[in-house]
């Protein structure tokens, strides 16, 4: 199975469409899916999922990991907390004036004249805090993921894992949701798994769980904006790059 999903994957490589890769250039896009594109990959593959479509969500969803929520929660994919799991609180946060930031690190904040910042008392935010128990859901350590780099990626790696199996599950509450588990089922049974490789399905999958009434996003803007940055960024050719054991470094 594994050897015929590489030929299908290196078929699709050979035939890709050829476009201008122009997110390329930004250095920040470079290092946020670095240190998860690998193991993203495996869990996709794992739960039957497509990878660039996942990639370029948590790119959105966490401004490429530089929300400030993302910071402090390694929640990427903007997850709300579960009834049992722990949320990000009601936070009282400065941001600068100029450029416009939001600032959760203690030192940083330091840096700065009282006259620079503008402090806010910011509303819960709803989603999954994946800091250790002992802090998730406080108020307390809100910059551990800047000192705990290897905590961070797990913890984005287990919000990507819990999003393939939990969200986008036949048992969901919601239709959009099984409905996209059953369009997955159903291509990777007739297609094998390198149907996850193609640009056509990413592209389904997007336009499957957003743009729409009770659905991961219901902004119609939102599944265009994801499809652009999987398309800029080509993280259709940079999946593929990776799961052939390319070199990153060489393929970026």
């Not at 896009?29 to 794992?46: H, M, S, V």
């Not at 722990?86 to 006259?115: C, D, G, M, Q």
Request: proline share 4%; aromatic share 14%; charged share 30%.
């Amino acid at each position: 199975m594994k050897i015929f999903l590489i030929l299908i994957i290196f078929v699709n490589f050979l035939f890709s469409y050829n476009e201008d890769y122009s997110f390329r250039k930004y250095n920040h896009i470079k290092e946020f899916y670095k240190p998860i594109i690998k193991e993203t990959i495996k869990i996709a593959l794992k739960y039957d999922m497509p990878p660039a479509a996942i990639l370029a969500m948590a790119s959105v969803e966490s401004g490429y990991g530089r929300g400030y929520v993302a910071k402090i929660t390694g929640n990427i994919l903007s997850l709300g907390a579960g009834k049992s799991e722990k949320e990000l609180p009601s936070l009282y946060l400065p941001n600068l004036k100029k450029p416009y930031k939001v600032l959760y690190n203690e030192k940083e904040i330091k840096k700065y004249k009282k006259s620079q910042l503008v402090w806010k008392q910011r509303p819960k935010s709803l989603k999954k805090d994946y800091r250790p128990n002992n802090l998730a859901g406080t108020t307390k350590n809100l910059d551990y993921f800047d000192y705990h780099k290897q905590e961070r990626i797990k913890a984005n790696l287990k919000n990507i894992e819990e999003f393939c199996s939990k969200w986008i599950n036949l048992k969901s509450n919601y239709k959009v949701f099984r409905d996209a588990r059953k369009l997955l089922n159903e291509r990777v049974k007739m297609y094998g798994k390198g149907v996850l490789f193609t640009k056509e399905l990413n592209t389904e999958f997007i336009n499957s769980i957003g743009g729409k009434p009770n659905s991961y996003n219901y902004r119609e803007a939102w599944p265009k904006k994801i499809v652009k940055v999987m398309e800029k960024t080509g993280l259709i050719r940079l999946s593929e790059d990776i799961y052939l054991k390319r070199d990153f470094e060489k393929v970026w």
